[in-house]
């Protein structure tokens, strides 16, 4: 019997293979981007062993995204929490529209919420 292994699930080992450039929290499975987050499967956190770390493909919504660059070939968030995040990869209904629309926002000069609200 074959099994088919879905597109994240061949990502997943070239990107914990891959150096990237700045530390790495987790690598994100079928990511959306909305309201400032992304929302997705996390995969082989990297926190700490004394802060509770969440099981591989727990869904998770990041805190507000700061950036977005492209590191080899494949996508990096950073957030306000300081965590990094690899793309692996983007929901297949949505995640690319969802990316180009925040994206999209990033450049205008769309800002995020801010961490206090008088």
């Given amino acids: 019997m074959i099994v088919r ?4 699930e061949r990502r997943l080992p070239e990107a914990l293979a891959s150096p990237f450039a700045a530390p790495v929290t987790a690598e994100l499975g079928d990511v959306l981007m909305s309201n400032w987050c992304a929302v997705g499967g996390m995969h ?3 926190r700490p062993a004394k802060r509770e770390r969440f099981p591989d ?3 998770i919504r990041t805190s507000d995204i700061h950036s977005v ?3 080899g070939r494949f996508w990096v968030i950073q ?3 300081q965590s990094g995040y690899v793309v692996v990869p983007l929901h297949a209904d949505g995640g690319q529209r969802s990316a180009v629309d925040f994206l999209k926002m990033l450049c205008n000069g769309v800002y ?3 961490g206090r609200l008088h």
């Fill in 44 to 46: 082989h956190d990297a």
């Fill in 57 to 59: 493909g727990q869904r």
């Fill in 79 to 81: 957030t306000a929490s």
């Fill in 5 to 8: 292994r879905t597109w994240a």
């Fill in 69 to 71: 660059s492209r590191d």
């Fill in 112 to 114: 995020s919420t801010p």
